[in-house]
């Protein structure tokens, strides 16, 4: 990456009960041009404690790819349309990336 790169690119991760509710939610964030590209995974498996108990089940891991400058809406909009009463919502700035496949992130989501 040059100096004169700076990373903008946002990776956004949230995992879901199942698929339906992960497909609905990709195509809201694309529509809402709140992410460019949204890929799912099916077969996770999450272990967690929660209220005092170690859960263990299967969800699907949503993975979208936005703008920097988009953070605080796309988090925003997942949580409050999220089926979870408390939904992970993670960000990962990549230090690297293609440049042009950012720019167009970066287009889709202005």
């Not at 859960?55 to 953070?71: F, G, I």
């Not at 990549?94 to 202005?110: F, I, R, T």
Request: with cysteine; hydrophobic share 40%; proline share 4%.
């Amino acid at each position: 990456m040059n100096q004169e790169f700076e990373s903008k690119l946002l990776v956004v991760v949230s995992s879901f009960p199942n698929r339906e509710d992960a497909l609905t939610m990709a195509r809201q964030l694309i529509e809402q041009n709140l992410a460019a590209c949204v890929q799912i995974q099916d077969g996770i498996c999450s272990l967690y404690r929660w209220e005092g108990k170690i859960c263990e089940e299967s969800e699907v891991m949503l993975s979208a790819k936005t703008d920097l400058s988009r953070w605080n809406d796309i988090r925003a909009f997942i949580k409050a349309r999220h089926p979870f009463k408390l939904p992970e919502i993670i960000a990962f700035k990549p230090e690297e990336y293609e440049m042009h496949y950012g720019n167009w992130v970066q287009a889709e989501v202005k």
